[in-house]
């Protein structure tokens, strides 16, 4: 037998099976005819895309939504060719043409982009697949209620003439994940008047959408054809008004962790880390943990950073540097390669996603997708019992 290599310095470790059961907690909160479109965008928020639409497919998910053409034709390339792929962040200039070649549903916000879908199309001898966003109320993407109409008459031409189908509208909340927030009902409300303009003009979309993780949770009137999960598939709540990941059934699929590099003592008065924020008080003894903010540490959670170490929840002492931060161990005095955990699921008393959200005065989100690509990923199935 050979001895099992020790674990890197520092990991992200992916737990596959709780992704497949949020997967499919998820689908149980809506009704049988509601697709469900796993959210992969920005390498499945930190999480690795190509592993997490496979896992999600195999959960029970019928398509993958990302964000840019070049994820969308990385998981086609990769060899995710037989479900529907949804990119709805397109700029001019992008490569239309490859989206149609690869089947790609794409996202169409104004003229100038259902002109140059028709370009590429034309070049291409393909039918274009794409989907009208409708701009309800949240003002980022999206064709404004003022434009619709221009939008979806040419959108319908081009479908008559075959150059494009048109296999969805759709739309994204702006407050969905604050309860009763009162844009809300109004952009159900405006989504709903525009379906109804599109369908009387004569569109028949495969699919219509508006539901993001928090209302896929919450808003059971907004699931229409298809809900798009991503926070919430890997996790992490949406929100803490929504509840704990706990509280809404699901489990957090990264921890990140890292043996410590050094354990040493020093006196009282000693400074810690760039500008001395951190002195201590009295003799003790300073544990170093191998990742900073290069690794997707955040500098803001300085000095408030929370961090599991020997069985005791220790706090970032000092700055958060590029490559390390310190923890004030109080005296204890664990072997060099100890395990740091940062964050995981927050079963074995160890900090989540959301503590560390607190600690910088951001979002869960933020923490997860931000850890950097020098921190391995370590795939973990906890369903099956195996790495």
Same mark, same amino acid.
């Given at each position: 037998m050979t001895e099992a290599p020790p674990p890197p310095r520092a990991r992200a470790e992916i737990d596959l099976g709780a992704l497949r059961a949020n997967v499919r907690a998820l689908r149980a909160r809506v009704a049988p005819h509601v697709r469900v479109m796993a959210v992969v965008k920005a390498d499945a928020y930190g999480h690795g895309a190509?592993?997490?639409?496979?896992?999600?497919?195999?959960?029970?998910?019928?398509?993958?939504?990302?964000?840019?053409?070049? *994820?969308?034709?990385?998981?086609?390339?990769a060899g995710i060719t037989d479900v529907p792929v949804m990119c709805w962040l397109w700029t001019s200039g992008d490569p239309w043409d490859q989206g =149609? *070649?690869?089947?790609?549903?794409?996202?169409v916000s104004g003229m100038w982009a259902l002109e140059e879908v028709v370009r590429a199309a034309k070049a291409v001898g393909k039918?274009?697949?794409?989907?009208?966003?409708?701009?309800?109320?949240?003002?980022?993407?999206g064709c404004r209620p003022a434009d619709w109409p221009e939008l979806v008459g040419a959108a319908l031409k081009a479908e008559v003439?075959?150059?494009v189908k048109v296999t969805g509208l759709w739309s994204h909340f702006a407050c969905a994940d604050e309860p009763h927030h009162p844009s809300i009902a109004a952009q159900l409300g405006v989504f709903r008047k525009m379906l109804d303009h599109a369908e009387r003009a004569g569109a028949r979309p495969e699919v219509?959408? =508006?539901?993001?993780?928090?209302?896929?949770?919450?808003?059971? *009137?907004?699931?229409?054809?298809?809900?798009?999960?991503?926070?919430?598939?890997?996790?992490?709540?949406?929100?803490?008004?929504l509840g704990t990941s706990a509280e809404l059934g699901l489990r957090p699929?990264?921890?990140?962790?890292?043996?410590?590099?050094?354990?040493?003592?020093?006196?009282?008065?000693?400074g810690v880390s760039y500008g001395h924020h951190y002195v201590t008080g009295e003799a003790t003894t300073l544990g170093l943990?191998?990742?900073?903010?290069?690794?997707?540490?955040?500098?803001?959670?300085?000095?408030?950073?929370?961090?599991?170490?020997?069985?005791?929840?220790?706090?970032?002492?000092?700055?958060?540097?590029?490559?390390?931060?310190?923890?004030?161990?109080?005296?204890?005095?664990?072997?060099?390669?100890?395990?740091?955990?940062?964050?995981?699921?927050?079963?074995?008393?160890?900090?989540?996603?959301?503590d560390w959200a607190v600690a910088a005065d951001t979002i869960a989100y933020e923490i997860v997708t931000r850890i950097g690509a020098r921190v391995p990923r370590v795939v973990v199935d906890a369903a099956e019992g195996h790495t």
């Open positions: 190509l592993r997490c639409a496979r896992a999600a497919l195999e959960a029970g998910a019928d398509w993958l939504g990302t964000a840019t053409p070049h *994820e969308a034709l990385a998981l086609r390339a =149609i *070649e690869a089947g790609i549903d794409m996202s039918t274009a697949r794409v989907q009208l966003k409708a701009d309800t109320g949240l003002g980022r993407n003439d075959g150059l219509r959408h =508006i539901a993001n993780s928090s209302a896929t949770l919450t808003l059971p *009137e907004a699931h229409f054809d298809l809900v798009r999960p991503g926070i919430a598939m890997y996790g992490v709540s949406p929100s803490p008004e699929v990264m921890s990140l962790k890292a043996g410590v590099a050094l354990v040493k003592q020093v006196p009282a008065g000693h943990v191998p990742l900073g903010y290069a690794d997707g540490v955040p500098r803001h959670a300085s000095g408030r950073g929370p961090v599991l170490v020997d069985g005791r929840v220790r706090t970032v002492a000092g700055r958060v540097a590029m490559d390390q931060f310190v923890v004030d161990l109080g005296g204890d005095a664990p072997k060099p390669g100890t395990e740091a955990v940062l964050f995981g699921p927050g079963d074995g008393g160890e900090p989540t996603a959301e």
